[in-house]
C-alpha cells in the first residue's frame, strides 16, 4: 500500500510541475462471488430414467428410524470370534523343513576318506550324516557332518557321546541355515 501511495503520489506531483505531461491515473478492484448449487431429488420420469440417467446409476435416499439405526449399530460393534492358534500338521511339517544344528566331524581331501569317516559314525541313533563339499582357498575340501539338532546345546551335547576317534579331531557345532545360505549349500546324504 505505502508502494502504491508513493508511485501515485510521484506521478501527481510530475504532472503538477509539467504542463506538456497528462496522465489518467485509475485503479480497478475485483471480486468474485461464488454461487452455491441447490441440491434437489432427482426427478423420476416414467420411463425409468432420472433426467436422462438410467435408475441403477441414481443413489436411493433410505430413511432409517432410530432403533433400525441402533440395530445396524449394534451388528457393526459385534467383536470377532477369536482366532484358534492350532500345531502344524505331520504333512505340514515334512513340507516345510526345520534346519537345526550338526556337527562337523571332520574335514578330508577325496571322497574315499569321506566314505571312510561315514561308515564309522555310530548308527544306533538315525542321526542323519551328510557330506558337504566346497573350496577352501584353492583347495577341495568334503566335510562330513553328523546329527540334526534342534539347539546349539543338543549338538554340544552329542559331541560328548561321540566314540573316542572322532572326539580326538575335535568336531565342532555347525549351523545347517549357515550351510544352506553359503556359497556351497548342497549337502549330500550319506546314509
Known sequence: MKKIAIVGLSVVLSACVSSDYVTDVSSESYREDYKTAKVEQPVVTQQGTTNGISEDNVAKVVNVSPAQQSQMTSMQAKPKPAVAIIPPTAKQQAMNP??????????????????????????????????????????????????????????????????????????????????????????????
Open 98 to 191: 526345520r534346519y537345526g544344528f550338526t556337527i562337523q566331524v571332520v574335514a578330508v581331501g577325496t571322497q574315499t576318506k569321506v566314505d571312510h569317516f561315514a561308515r564309522k559314525l555310530p548308527r544306533e541313533d538315525n542321526q542323519p550324516i551328510w557330506e558337504n563339499y566346497k573350496v577352501v582357498n584353492g583347495t577341495k575340501w568334503y566335510t562330513v557332518l553328523y546329527g540334526d539338532y534342534a539347539t546349539r546345546t543338543d549338538a554340544k551335547a552329542a559331541i560328548s557321546e561321540l566314540p573316542t576317534e572322532f572326539r580326538s579331531l575335535k568336531p565342532f557345532v555347525k549351523s545347517i541355515d549357515e550351510i544352506k545360505n553359503s556359497q556351497y549349500p548342497t549337502l549330500n546324504k550319506l546314509n
